[in-house]
């Protein structure tokens, strides 16, 4: 498996097609995370805007791969642990610009409450930032596992199909991802910090669950 990361990591770096999704992002951030502004705020923009990003690193994952390459990487490892490396390579991005966007709120924001009145601790911030974004990121992934090869085959679907998912999840109050940032929005209006143990591990069920899935099925369509 770890051969297996090690390629598609390669293979994920030198496409390039990494690089519109992260552009995005630091876009997003660069737009959202204001220089003085509350810092439980800025953790929750920074994790709301990594849910599309991670569908979207997730459809670069599972479809860069040639057909003929794909074939022989599944000839020889198996097409349920060669899809699982593509996801996984996906997360491990994903997890990377969680880290820098949970770095950049720190270095930006003022660690006070919505009103600036009261004091908010950064590391216990920050760590409720970073599962938040944690959080955003496996659903995400989870998104991209299901809305794309081999669950959904076609562009025309797997494209609308995941970005509407992805909107979704991000401001339906019954979806995780929503009230891991809805906790951090609405902690900053008293300087309060509510840690998404919660909705991290429900994320975490379904992105395993979806990616299990997935895996299972590219074995059958492979």
Same mark, same amino acid.
């Given at each position: 498996?770890?051969?297996? /990361?090690? @390629? ?16 995005? @992002? ?8 204001? *220089? ?8 929750? @923009? ?44 996906? =997360? ?7 880290? /820098? ?6 270095? /930006? ?6 009103? +600036? +009145? ?13 599962? =938040? ?17 081999? !669950?959904?085959? *076609?562009?025309? $679907? ?15 109050? =019954? ?12 902690? *900053? !209006? ?6 998404? $143990? ?25």
């Amino acid at each position: 498996m770890i051969a297996l /990361l090690r @390629y598609q990591a390669a293979l994920l770096i030198g496409s390039h097609r990494w690089l519109p999704p992260v552009i995005c @992002y630091a876009a997003f951030l660069a737009i959202g995370v204001q *220089s003085g502004g509350p810092i439980l705020d800025a953790f929750g @923009y920074a994790a709301g805007g990594l849910l599309p990003v991670a569908v979207w690193l997730t459809r670069i994952c599972v479809t860069n791969e040639p057909p003929a390459a794909r074939n022989c990487a599944a000839a020889a490892a198996g097409p349920g642990r060669v899809h699982l490396a593509c996801v996984l390579t996906a =997360a491990g991005a994903g997890t990377l610009l969680a880290l /820098l966007g949970t770095a950049a709120a720190v270095l /930006l924001s003022d660690p006070r409450s919505t009103d +600036h +009145h009261v004091a908010v601790p950064v590391l216990p911030a920050a760590a409720a930032g970073l599962l =938040a974004a944690l959080a955003c990121l496996l659903m995400g992934t989870a998104i991209g596992a299901l809305c794309n090869w081999p !669950v959904l085959r *076609s562009p025309a $679907w797997s494209i609308p199909a995941g970005l509407t998912a992805a909107l979704l999840l991000l401001v339906l109050g =019954a979806s995780p991802a929503n009230a891991a940032v809805t906790g951090l929005v609405t902690g *900053s !209006v008293h300087g309060t910090i509510s840690t998404p $143990w919660l909705p991290l591990a429900l994320t975490f069920l379904i992105a395993a669950a979806a990616t299990a899935a997935a895996c299972a099925l590219s074995s059958r369509r492979n």
